[in-house]
């Protein structure tokens, strides 16, 4: 069993093997136990994860849309393809089988019987109020992560299931965790949202997406009002030009990340 405990919460700190150079001020950090490295997938960039129906999609559908341009598939938007390559992305670290009964509550994992740690594990339903709505057939699984997380002073890390990945057979609950405080792993609380029967999770399935985020760059407060003349005619040229317009959003509103 391993010593990762914690769930979106404190807990006894993991061993690490610390690096003894400084890092960027501006760097994060992945640390994992000295008789792990090397032995499972490692965190990446999360655009080195986008999935491969996203990476055989053409551009191009071959057809012109309602406004005579060509019409794009969502791999065009860059929006999309942004979020996807926003923060770093946390692989399962082994192989996991499951066999997901018809009431999808009673499920059986399984793994290789030499794994140094358990990969999965299961919450009490009661944490998120199982069985009532909306989880009347449902079992709160969490995905054990051996990485603990370093950021600099003042950032928060944002762990949450991997955007724009309706591929994935689980949803995961996202949380906001000030890893420039905690020092040790967080794990991935999840639901099974994928097809009773057996399914096998490879090592390196992307589990969650993490973003660090400068808390004093957070937006607090928030106003609704109506539009003023000049700011919806700006928003109908905006509109006519975003339809009217090949690529008008990468070439003048889009900001490289």
Not at 173 to 183: A, E, I, K, M, N
Not at 188 to 204: D, H, Y
Not at 228 to 240: G, I, V, W, Y
Request: include cysteine; charged fraction near 25%; aromatic fraction near 10%.
């Amino acid at each position: 069993m391993s010593n990762f405990k914690v769930s979106f919460g404190f807990g006894e700190p993991a061993p690490v093997q610390e690096n003894s150079s400084k890092s960027s001020p501006t760097e994060i950090e992945f640390l994992c136990e000295l008789s792990l490295w090397n032995t499972i997938p490692q965190p990446d960039k999360a655009i080195r994860f986008a999935p491969e129906w996203f990476k055989r999609l053409p551009r191009e559908m071959g057809m012109p849309d309602a406004n005579g341009l060509p019409g794009l598939t969502i791999k065009a938007c860059l929006p999309v393809t942004d979020v996807m390559s926003l923060g770093f992305m946390l692989p399962l670290p082994f192989d996991v089988q499951l066999m997901v009964p018809e009431d999808r509550v009673s499920i059986q994992m399984g793994w290789a019987p030499d794994v140094p740690f358990q990969p999965i594990e299961q919450h009490h339903p009661g944490q998120i109020g199982a069985p009532e709505d909306p989880f009347q057939t449902a079992m709160p699984l969490k995905f054990i992560n051996p990485w603990r997380i370093k950021v600099p002073d003042g950032y928060s890390v944002l762990f949450s299931q991997p955007f724009s990945r309706p591929d994935l057979p689980f949803t995961c609950f996202s949380g906001l965790v000030d890893c420039d405080r905690f020092d040790t792993a967080v794990n991935i609380p999840f639901v099974w949202t994928g097809p009773v029967g057996e399914t096998l999770l490879r090592a390196g399935t992307p589990i969650a997406q993490v973003v660090p985020i400068r808390r004093d760059t957070l937006i607090k407060d928030a106003r609704s009002r109506v539009s003023t003349d000049q700011e919806l005619s700006e928003q109908e040229n905006a509109k006519n030009r975003k339809y009217n317009e090949e690529s008008t959003y990468s070439r003048e509103w889009r900001v490289k990340k």
